[in-house]
């Protein structure tokens, strides 16, 4: 691993980051869904469609927040700008854990668009470190980190969701404070100063981060695929937890048993395949492959009968975990240092437009065809809607001039003044 200026400190920090927010989040996630029900007096199907339009609250804020933190980390660097998105989602998880009325529970979801930067941020630290060869094997880490707070999160959160539907959202919040005090104190910024560039409103806002994106050779294409592939994936998350109440009656600690497989073969295959895969083979092959087992793992989900199918079939998590890293080398690759945090911003912005959609179409389907009028039932339409857009992904993507795609191999596209 060659990181630019031996900053390998920073480098551990910023995945210890990414691994205490995934299993921040994982701790609530196992709750949530019955947390809705028990608020709200609702059941399974209007839990699902309230989900879907808290979902669209937190991707429409960061649609406008990510390019907005994107330049603002080009300018003032990765370090206050993680810190604040820090604080911000602890404050999320202590209102969270308040909440008694699905208004609130709104609330927390603005609070966790408007600072949920910590990704964007970590990614662009991350661009910092590292040279292009190795970004795809980097980003992985990330990915890496992701899966192991997974992994403990969702378990941890199953077993102390026994205890209270409340407990999990105060054990994220003590953790991720816990990261804020430790980044705080022992995080150097990534950005040097002399890659730092002046913050300009007009680049700061959506429209303006489509221009800027245009300017660069290769990137619009390229984001449009992470935006489609974004809405794919957003299956998982949207439904995942519903998914095992209504298929198959999970209790909170099964669904956290599933959440904490997902997470442990995610980290396994991001750490030891990811990197090796891409250097060997190369980016292009990389998401290929990923979107092909993506596509059939969605399919097998969809039409699932039994439990031990579903745990089954999380082995298609190992092809499809080449997909975001490969991809997030290609966008990285196409802009200059000081342009990163930009460049991350647009990759946010585009997965804030793959969350308002996906929650449109996906959450519907679902919350329908588990609904007592549904002509049949069917838990598994959300992943048919993942398969339509994942195929599409897939076709834009082989669509590319592989000039495009092996983004890795080319020079920065130069910076617009």
């Not at 600690?253 to 190369?282: D, E, K, N, P």
């Amino acid at each position: 691993m060659r990181i630019a200026g031996g900053k390998r400190s920073a480098l551990y920090f910023v995945l210890v980051t990414i691994f205490i927010d995934a299993m921040s989040f994982g701790l609530a996630n196992p709750v949530l869904p019955r947390l809705i029900m028990d608020i709200g007096k609702v059941d399974v199907s209007q839990a699902i469609a309230i989900t879907g339009a808290m979902t669209v609250t937190l991707a429409s804020l960061q649609f406008f927040m990510g390019p907005l933190l994107g330049n603002l980390s080009d300018r003032y660097g990765r370090r206050p700008i993680l810190l604040v998105a820090l604080a911000g989602l602890a404050g999320n998880y202590v209102l969270m854990a308040m909440a008694d009325s699905i208004a609130l529970l709104f609330v927390g979801q603005m609070l966790a668009g408007i600072f949920g930067g910590t990704i964007g941020t970590c990614q662009a630290a991350i661009a910092d470190l590292t040279a292009k060869e190795d970004r795809a094997h980097n980003f992985g880490l990330i990915g890496a980190a992701f899966g192991l707070g997974f992994i403990v999160g969702p378990a941890l959160g199953g077993l102390l969701g026994e205890f209270g539907q409340r407990m999990p959202f105060i054990a994220a919040a003590i953790l991720t404070f816990i990261s804020f005090a430790f980044g705080y104190f022992k995080f150097p910024d990534t950005l040097r100063p002399e890659d730092r560039r002046a913050f300009n409103w007009r680049r700061a806002n959506p429209l303006g981060a489509w221009q800027s994106m245009r300017s660069m050779p290769g990137m619009g294409p390229a984001i449009l695929v992470i935006m489609l592939w974004n809405i794919a994936g957003a299956v998982y998350p949207l439904t995942w937890a519903y998914y095992g109440i209504a298929r198959f009656n999970w209790s909170n600690g099964m669904i956290g048993l599933s959440l904490a497989i997902v997470g442990f073969v995610t980290a396994i295959s991001q750490a030891f395949v990811t990197g090796r895969f891409v250097r060997r083979y190369g980016e292009r092959k990389a998401v290929i492959i990923g979107m092909a087992g993506g596509i059939l793992t969605h399919l097998g989900y969809a039409f699932a009968t039994q439990s031990w199918v579903a745990f089954v079939f999380l082995i298609g998590f190992i092809p499809q975990s080449l997909v975001g890293p490969a991809l997030m080398a290609i966008v990285s690759s196409r802009a200059s240092a000081d342009r990163q945090g930009e460049v991350q911003g647009m990759a946010a912005m585009a997965q804030g437009i793959g969350g308002i959609v996906a929650p449109l179409l996906i959450t519907p389907a679902m919350s329908y065809f588990t609904s007592p009028v549904a002509p049949f039932q069917f838990a598994g339409a959300g992943f048919i809607v993942a398969v339509m857009f994942a195929l599409v992904a897939f076709g834009r993507f082989m669509s590319l001039p592989r000039s495009t795609v092996n983004a890795s191999k080319l020079e920065p596209a130069p910076l617009i003044h």
